[in-house]
T-cell receptor, first 114, second 114 residues
């Protein structure tokens, strides 16, 4: 069974440029999460989807960040425009549903903003 | 609000020695507790979880953890570590009534030396 797929694995951009990350969850997983992981820190939830509905986006900086999961399967996270402080690893995870279900994590996208 | 504190940022240990990685949490409600491991340039992988029942939880790769409600702790242990256990370890908590938002600690780097 394929795991959570993320692309690209690495991205280097200049500040003020837009960037997008893509995630394909494990087949059949209804819940999808985007996490931000700063260097030396634990992941922090940005947004959680149940199917195509964003049920928790309270930590998503909506002035520059946006996300979508149009058909309830794969998802895209976008930053526009990127700032130096956005340099981090962006992790995608999925689970069968929320609650106590195990979250399976992708390898992440490492973003460097110059 | 919930929080997780991992008391050691780095734990150096010799191969075949025992190890304990400490985790304390804060919550006003019942919780689920998790330990994840992250190898370099990879996503997080679940080691074990406590949902209810026995306070001693066994996980993969010979790890175990004990839930102590009175001390609000969930320390991770392994009786004999291997070089391959070198990684970053994250403790995480979610409320038992929550639909999956994990709060992670800052992480502990386990460095196993030959």
């Amino acid at each position: 069974e394929a795991g959570v797929v993320q692309s690209p694995r690495y991205k280097i951009i200049e500040k003020k440029q837009p960037v997008a990350f893509w995630c394909n969850p494990i087949s059949g997983h209804n819940t999808l999460y985007w996490y931000l992981q700063n260097l030396g820190q634990g992941p922090e939830l940005l947004i959680r989807y149940e199917n195509e509905e964003a049920v928790d986006d309270s930590q998503l900086p909506k002035d520059r960040f946006s996300a979508e999961r149009l058909k309830g399967v794969d998802s895209t996270l976008k930053i526009q425009p990127a700032e130096l402080g956005d340099s981090a690893v962006y992790l995608c995870a999925s689970s069968l549903r929320g609650g106590d279900n195990e979250q399976f994590f992708g390898p992440g996208t490492r973003l460097t903003v110059l | 609000a919930q929080s997780v504190t991992q008391l050691d940022s780095q734990v150096p240990v010799f191969e075949e020695a025992p190890v304990e990685l400490r985790c304390n949490y804060s919550s006003s409600v019942s919780v689920y507790l998790f330990w994840y491991v992250q190898y370099p340039n990879q996503g997080l992988q679940l080691l074990l979880k406590y949902l209810s029942g026995s306070t001693l939880v066994k996980g993969i790769n010979g790890f175990e953890a004990e839930f102590n409600k009175s001390q609000t702790s969930f320390h991770l242990r392994k009786p004999s570590v291997h070089i391959s256990d070198t990684a970053e370890y994250f403790c995480a908590v979610t409320s038992s009534g929550n639909t999956g938002k994990l709060i992670f600690g800052q992480g502990t780097t386990l460095q196993v030396k030959p």
